[in-house]
């Protein structure tokens, strides 16, 4: 991802990943801290592998129990191998009422200048501005976006447009939860994936 700060070029390498229940099985009991999430190796390779590539800052979405998992943000970060690291919970009453503690991850090499829990509606987002070099910044946003309706997206979205920090450059990242309307001069292998996607999606 290339960035522009007052005229002066900075590379940034950035990505994002739904892990899925956190790594553990399902979304019932956590495991014992005694015990690991049987995903956790696999997860952590993967996350090895881009934060070795030079990838500087992830955000990691549905990391369900992360904080009481890792211990906190301090261990989350340590566990990752960042320098610091965001959790927040979604705070999501419907997903709470079926027993997901699902949350969303901001882990960075990049000094965290100041961080929010910004509320969309029924759910929440983490935000957190980087300090990218010595006097340039970066407002960082990770979300995890309803997985059931557009209507309430579109909402979250525009709650969330109204409480970001003015002049700042911005990344919005995380699962949107969204799939293109139209697919109309995708190429082939895209349209394979998506009708895959619909496919799960679907079931």
């Known amino acids: 991802m290339q960035n522009y700060f007052e005229g ?21 009991q956590l495991p014992d801290l005694a015990e690991r999430p049987p995903r956790e ?12 590539a030079d990838v500087s800052t992830m955000v990691l979405v549905d990391a369900h129990g992360w904080d009481k998992i890792y211990g906190g943000d301090a261990g989350i970060a340590h566990h ?14 419907r997903l709470e009422s079926i027993g997901h503690s699902t949350g969303v991850v ?9 961080f929010r829990t910004i509320d ?23 979300v995890y976006l309803d997985d059931l309706s557009e209507e309430v997206r579109e909402n979250q979205v525009r709650n969330l ?4 920090e003015p002049n700042i450059p911005t990344v919005l990242m995380g699962d ?3 799939l293109r ?13 998506d009708f895959a996607v619909r496919t799960v999606a679907a079931t």
């Open 8 to 28: 002066v070029s900075m590379k940034l390498r950035a990505m994002t990943w739904n892990i899925k229940a956190g790594g553990c099985a399902d979304y019932g």
């Open 41 to 52: 190796a696999a997860i952590k390779e993967v996350v090895d592998n881009y934060r070795n």
């Open 80 to 93: 990752l191998g960042f320098t610091s690291a965001r959790y927040i919970n979604l705070c999501d009453p």
């Open 106 to 114: 901001i882990a960075t090499n990049h000094e965290i200048v100041r």
């Open 120 to 142: 969309l509606g029924m759910r929440y987002c983490v935000a957190a501005v980087l300090r990218i070099g010595s006097h340039k910044f970066l407002q960082c946003v990770g």
């Open 161 to 164: 447009v109204k409480q970001l």
């Open 176 to 178: 949107f939860n969204t």
């Open 181 to 193: 309307p139209s697919l109309r001069g995708a190429s082939v292998s895209h349209l394979l994936g």
